[in-house]
T-cell receptor, first 112, second 112 residues
Framework: EDQVTQSPEALRLQEGESSSLNCSYT??????LFWYRQDPGKGPEFLFT???AGEEKEKERLKATLTKKESFLHITAPKPEDSATYLC?????????????FGAGTILRVKS | NAGVTQTPKFQVLKTGQSMTLQCAQD?????MYWYRQDPGMGLRLIYY???????DKGEVPNGYNVSRLNKREFSLRLESAAPSQTSVYFC???????????FGNGTRLTVT
């Protein structure tokens, strides 16, 4: 069974304190891994897609990396506006359509 | 540019009542999806439509029906609501079946 596990469930950081979020996945084959950001009361917003081990993507203070078993979302010098829930999702190989398997998310709080 | 629009934003139903959740996208996307989000769990796919005129079941289809009315609109119907269907429902669309999802801001449904 395809599974996605995110850790930690919640993370509190001081402004400027860098850290990483983890997304571990178990799939028969990986077509792609997605990171989304979700603000309270809003729908998820797309951040990155990663397709193969060793790939990295960056956007402002965020950098996503991918290995064969997990992905990390590195947050460098975070600001309060980075507070959100970060969701990871995988697209298993062979799945028709866009049937993503989502993790439960990591709730990030950045205090000034 | 509105993106994905969902109505209503909030709804309270009594057990056994029926309702339809509406979703429309203005990005000319081919594929559309309905997900539900429950606390501590990842987003779970209810139904999806890879293209106009086609629909298919996702992970948790029981108790729901869908209609792809045209390329823009994809509705979700609860024929006889149950308390287990209390959730936040998200509609999403994507350009093609493997591209990133664009989400609406959700419908918060409570069934008493």
């Amino acid at each position: 069974e395809d599974q996605v596990t995110q850790s930690p469930e919640a993370l509190r950081l001081q402004e400027g304190e860098s850290s990483s979020l983890n997304c571990s996945y178990t799939v028969s084959g990986l077509r792609g891994l997605f990171w989304y950001r979700q603000d309270p009361g809003k729908g998820p917003e797309f951040l990155f897609t990663l397709y193969s081990a060793g790939e990295e993507k960056e956007k402002e203070r965020l950098k996503a990396t991918l290995t064969k078993k997990e992905s990390f979302l590195h947050i460098t010098a975070p600001k309060p506006e980075d507070s959100a829930t970060y969701l990871c999702a995988v697209h298993p190989q062979g799945e028709y359509g866009n049937k993503l398997v989502f993790g439960a998310g990591t709730i990030l709080r950045v205090k000034s | 540019n509105a993106g994905v629009t969902q109505t209503p934003k909030f709804q309270v139903l009594k057990t056994g009542q029926s309702m339809t959740l509406q979703c429309a996208q203005d990005m000319n996307h081919n594929s559309m999806y309905w997900y539900r989000q429950d606390p501590g769990m990842g987003l779970r796919l209810i139904y999806y439509s890879a293209s106009e005129g086609t629909t298919d079941k996702g992970e948790v289809p029981n108790g729901y029906n869908v209609s792809r009315l045209n390329k823009r609109e994809f509705s979700l119907r609860l024929e006889s609501a149950a308390p287990s269907q209390t959730s936040v429902y998200f509609c999403a669309s994507s350009e093609v079946k493997y591209s990133p999802l664009h989400f609406g801001n959700g419908t918060r449904l409570t069934v008493t």
